[in-house]
C-alpha cells in the first residue's frame, strides 16, 4: 500500500493558518524563489535565486542537452528502443523534455512541474514547443502525479529531476515516493534520478530508490557530485558487448557520449561484484 506524503510544496498549498486546526485546510498559492537567468559562452542558465544552476540550454543548439548529468538521464536508451510513453518530473530548462520530443516522434511525453513560472519561462526562454497531441507540461505537484492510479503502468521512462531552490537534495526522496514512481512504470520500465553523491540526501535516496526498485545501479558522478542513479522495474542481465553496440547505435543518431554509460554501469557491477 501506497503511502500518500505531501512534498514541501505542496504542504505549503495546504498548510492551515494560526487557529485553523480544527478547520478544513483551504488551498492557497505555494511560494516559490524567484527565477534568475545568466549566461556564459553562449549557454543560458536557469537558476532559483542562488548560484545553484537548475538547467541549461545553448543558444544556438535548443534541442541539445548541454549537463553532463542532463545527458546520463538518458541511460535508460540502452535499454529501450521505442518507449511510448516518457514523463519527466521537475522540468528544469526543458532539455531532456525537448530532447525526447524530437527524438521519439512515435512517443507521448509528459513533463511535471509545481512552479508555473518554471513553466513560463521553459515557453519563453528556453524554446519548449507548445502542448499538442503529443506534449503535455502539467503544472501540479509531482507526488499527485505519481500516486495517480491513472498513470500507474503506463510509463516506459521515468526521469526525475526535483530540487527546489536550497539544492540540498530532491525534494522527494521517500520509500513510499519511490515505490509510487515504480507503480508507474511498466513491466521493462525504468527509472533515472538525479542525486547529490557527497550530499547525505544521496544514501537516503539511494536506500529508498533499493526499497521500491529489484535492481538499482549508478553511473559515475560528474559535475558538483551529481550521480543518475537507475532503477529497473525488472532486474536485467546485462550484455555488455551488446550494449556497447546499442551504445554506437544511440551516439550515432544522437551524438550522446553513451560509451561512458555503459562503461560506467560495468564499473557499478564489478564494485558490486567484488562486495
Known sequence: MLIKRNSMEAQANRRAGPGKAKAEPKPR?????????SEQDGVVFLHFGTEWIQGAM?????DWIEL?????????????????????????????????YRQFPEA?????????????????M???????????????????????????GTVDALQVDLYDATAKGPVLDTAEFYEACSACLTPQGILTVNLFGDHPSYTRNYKS???????????????????????????????????????????????LPTKSWVNGLKAWQTARQAK
Open 126 to 152: 528556453f524554446r519548449l514547443p507548445d502542448d499538442d497531441e503529443r506534449l503535455a507540461v502539467l503544472e501540479m505537484d509531482a507526488l499527485d502525479f505519481v500516486n495517480d492510479p491513472s498513470n500507474h
Open 209 to 255: 530508490m533499493r526499497h521500491a526498485f529489484p535492481d538499482t545501479m549508478c553511473l559515475a558522478p560528474v559535475h558538483e557530485g551529481n550521480v543518475v542513479a537507475i532503477g529497473f522495474k525488472t532486474p536485467r542481465e546485462l550484455d555488455f558487448a551488446a550494449l556497447h553496440e546499442r551504445a554506437k547505435q544511440i551516439t550515432g543518431a544522437t551524438k
Open 29 to 37: 498559492k505555494a511560494k516559490f524563489a524567484p527565477i534568475t537567468l
Open 68 to 100: 553532463e548529468y542532463a545527458q546520463q538521464m538518458m541511460a535508460w536508451m540502452l535499454f529501450i528502443e521505442k518507449p511510448e510513453r516518457i514523463v519527466q518530473l521537475g522540468l528544469g530548462t526543458a532539455a531532456l523534455t525537448k530532447f525526447c
Open 58 to 62: 545553448r543558444v544556438r543548439k535548443p
Open 108 to 124: 507521448q511525453i509528459t513533463a511535471v512541474d509545481l512552479n508555473p513560472s518554471v513553466i513560463a519561462v521553459c515557453r519563453t
